[in-house]
């Protein structure tokens, strides 16, 4: 195992720590229990955004914290779920008297510690509701999860909740933006290399040199099946069609287009992606009127890459476009 790191059971707490130093102009990174707030929490008046989960997958979710975006995230261990006492921490950390949103993704550990930590907060006279995303189409139930898997739609919920939370509305609303968002949104994707987790020291799965996995979740469970490499735009259609299928946009709808990188993908192969992928959605009747390519939910060093597809209304396009300042998004601030 080659890492740029010193001892596996220190690397949340040391990456914490060059975040922090890092950005120290908008966050706060708390330790013991670990979680990661917007400078100037909590916003008096506004609805908090907390999101979190297993570390790994950075930026999300602490890169994400800022202004127009999330006010808190927690993140466990590298692809363990937080416990419920960080996650109540930062929940009393951003309530604004507004109440507070937890965006959730769809994995046992972290809905089962949300809930609980929803739940305390709730004695302690903080209202919290949550929105559990589950955007990814490849299988019904995997391991860890129980119905579909929140994936890198989880960063669209994130983006544009929280701009609607950003303008002023109240928690019922901005909990009806999020559900929108994941209503409408899906995601597949695909993995080229395993990856290791550091405590592990070995890869989390087995592909041969030949090999792909087609659907893979972002802790490598399996997907739907693996297959012989193949050319990019031909992976590109196992990806695209599924999300077609699934999502079902009437033609002329106005979409918007994710390419997320694994970890250890070039942007070079995420935009010849991209490119195919659009002339996919273009020639199935589709507008593809805003995009995202990139590392923005990754697998560690994990080869491979997801596509999202997002059916967008003017709300939500107007929601997209608002200003977010964060250490990984920054637009129009």
Request: hydrophobic fraction near 45%; charged fraction near 20%; aromatic fraction near 4%.
């Amino acid at each position: 195992m080659k890492k740029l790191i010193n001892d596996p059971e220190n690397v949340v707490a040391e990456t914490l720590a060059g975040f922090q130093a890092a950005f120290a102009d908008l966050v706060t990174v708390h330790f013991d229990p670990d979680y990661v707030v917007r400078a100037d929490a909590p916003v008096k008046g506004k609805v908090g955004l907390v999101s979190g989960g297993g570390s790994g997958h950075e930026p999300l979710h602490a890169g994400y914290v800022g202004k127009g975006m999330l006010d808190a995230a927690v993140p466990g261990a590298v692809f363990t779920s937080p416990t419920p006492d960080p996650i109540l921490e930062a929940t009393k950390a951003v309530d604004g008297g507004a109440g507070v949103l937890h965006i959730v993704k769809n994995y046992t550990g972290d809905v089962l510690n949300f809930e609980t930590a929803a739940e305390m907060a709730d004695m302690e006279g903080i209202t919290v509701k949550a929105v559990v995303i589950n955007d990814d189409v490849a299988v019904e139930d995997s391991t860890w999860t129980a119905g579909r898997r929140g994936v890198a739609g989880t960063v669209l919920v994130e983006k544009i909740a929280g701009a609607a939370a950003e303008r002023g509305d109240d928690l019922d609303g901005v909990v009806a933006i999020a559900e929108k968002v994941n209503a409408q949104v899906r995601s597949m994707g695909v993995a080229l290399t395993a990856c290791t987790v550091p405590h592990a020291g070995k890869p989390s799965f087995e592909l041969g040199e030949d090999e792909i996995e087609i659907g893979i979740g972002i802790h490598g469970e399996p997907g739907r099946h693996r297959i012989p490499m193949a050319p990019a735009d031909s992976i590109t259609d196992q990806l695209v069609d599924p999300i077609l299928a699934d999502l079902k946009p009437a033609a002329g709808s106005k979409v918007l287009l994710f390419v997320n990188g694994m970890g250890g993908t070039p942007e070079a192969e995420l935009f010849i992606v991209y490119n195919h992928a659009r002339q996919r959605l273009v020639d199935a009747g589709l507008d593809v009127t805003r995009s995202l390519v990139g590392n923005y939910i990754t697998s560690l060093e994990m080869q491979g890459c997801s596509i999202t597809v997002l059916v967008l209304d003017d709300e939500l396009t107007e929601l997209w476009d608002a200003p977010v300042l964060t250490p990984a998004f920054r637009r129009g601030l």
